[in-house]
């Protein structure tokens, strides 16, 4: 019977990370919040992808049934309660816990650090200007209190009804909603912004992969100040190579 491994996320680097494990002679369970990010992931004969939000009680019952060797937490950065909940589900199970964490942004001139959504709404506040919003679909009701957000405020999205649904019920105007899947390229990002005149542009701290540096660049070029949200603390884990020579090491079919 093959090794069992369980991964958490649908991240860039969690998809890459499921494309070289699957060379592996193990068994690879794959789980994602939706049905958009299980679509994402390239089939594998020895990878069978799991879609939909599980609570604690639901990963205990799944490391108990499935008896992963170990759990990789390949989910966002900013996603700490899913972090939280891998960890203890880990913990209280006795199962090996992996982190796959990205660098930290480099600090850039052009750059606003604020610790979290708030302040970013409290420093938006307080401006004038176009805002381009790039931080998902589910901190959209935070910038609602920016002082006439729905003329103020451009958003880009993943393209899935209910994120677009939650903009609009919002308030958001149609016209500021974009609905596109990334990576962007700097140059799309310089037009995006340039099509919106902004002045602002707001975004995670989502390291090169989740291409920060993209968006950096394209701010400065288009004339808008970078306000980036901070992470919520210096995170324990390992690499992306780090996770991959270690799991080559334990499963690798030539051993």
């Not at 003329?151 to 500021?176: F, H, T, V, W």
């Amino acid at each position: 019977m093959k090794p069992v491994i369980w991964l958490i996320g649908g991240t860039s680097e969690g998809r890459n990370l499921i494309k070289a494990l699957a060379s592996l002679d193990i068994m690879l369970y794959v789980s994602v919040a939706t049905e958009y990010g299980a679509g994402l992931i390239e089939a594998q004969d020895n990878v069978q992808v799991l879609a939909g939000r599980m609570d604690l009680a639901a990963m205990q019952t799944f490391i108990q049934e499935y008896k992963p060797d170990c759990v990789i937490d390949a989910t966002h950065p900013y996603a700490t309660i899913v972090t939280e909940t891998v960890q203890r589900a880990c913990q209280t199970t006795g199962c090996e816990y992996l982190r796959l964490i990205r660098p930290v942004a480099e600090v850039h001139e052009n750059c606003i650090t604020v610790q979290d959504f708030q302040d970013a709404v409290e420093l938006l506040s307080h401006t004038d200007g176009n805002i381009f919003l790039t931080t998902g679909s589910k901190t959209l009701h935070e910038f609602t209190s920016v002082p006439d957000f729905a003329e103020r405020i451009a958003l880009r999205i993943l393209p899935m009804l209910d994120s677009l649904s939650k903009a609009l019920e919002l308030g958001y105007k149609p016209a500021n909603i974009i609905c596109m899947q990334g990576p962007f390229s700097e140059a799309l990002n310089i037009e995006m912004m340039k099509r919106y005149q902004t002045r602002y542009l707001v975004t995670k701290d989502s390291g090169s992969v989740g291409g920060f540096e993209e968006k950096a660049a394209a701010a400065a070029k288009a004339g808008a100040k970078l306000v980036v949200i901070a992470r919520a603390g210096e995170e324990c884990g390992a690499g992306y190579s780090e996770i991959i020579n270690l799991l080559k090491k334990r499963y690798s079919k030539n051993d």
